[in-house]
């Protein structure tokens, strides 16, 4: 499975959006097979999320834990856990539909790392972000660029992928365990020496984000300058 795909879904708590999404994948896995598998990794869901899971049988790898351990662990859990040679990961709300898989898996045949892209004028915007979810990607892209100085537009985007080796190399390192760790990739994989590429996507804001506005945010920022500190050591 050297030149193949493996899917990774992080979950928690989406008994409301998965279960069309992963049939949307898995139709999309059926006529397309450079992916070589679907793997869903229920993060201590406390809802209906993991017998939703159950329902698919062996279409889906499912690994579960408890408890809740945060988006970043649970993209580790299923980076280390990949047999492809390709790995990505994309989130559950379905906001980037499976047909940007074609992209990805052709961007990853000539760089280590691709980023999915909702800023770029290519990109396809069904239903926007609100007004100051938009400002806040913004503030936190700007504030990632003057800390970390690398050239990647958004952050924040939850469908990345790269390399398998590279991934598993990366994943054994991670120490952010929730939302910063996209940037904690991208700064491991850029000190790697790794080749980006950069693919617009199409995207629809979907209600029901984790990410709560207020303290969690102005928390992050704090993270993400213990985290600059942490990888200059």
Known sequence: ??????????????EARIKPFLQQLLSFKQKNSFVSEVIVVDDGSTDSTLAILKEFGNRIRVISYKPNRGKGHAVKTGILAAKAGLVCFMDADG??????????YNALQRNDVVVGNRKTKKARIIARQPLYRRFLSWGF?????????????????????MRTDLGKE???????NRWIFDVEIIARANALGAKFGVIPIEWSHVKGSKMKIGFNTIKMFFKLIKLRIALTR
Do not use: R
């Open 95 to 104: 906001a980037t539909p499976a047909s940007q898989l074609t992209d990805m």
């Open 170 to 176: 990366i994943a054994k390192k991670l120490i952010s």
């Open 1 to 14: 499975m050297k030149n193949t795909l493996s899917v990774i879904v992080p979950a928690y708590n989406e």
């Open 141 to 161: 892209n700007t504030t990632v660029q003057i800390l970390f100085n690398f050239n990647v537009k958004d952050l924040l985007c939850g469908f990345k992928g």
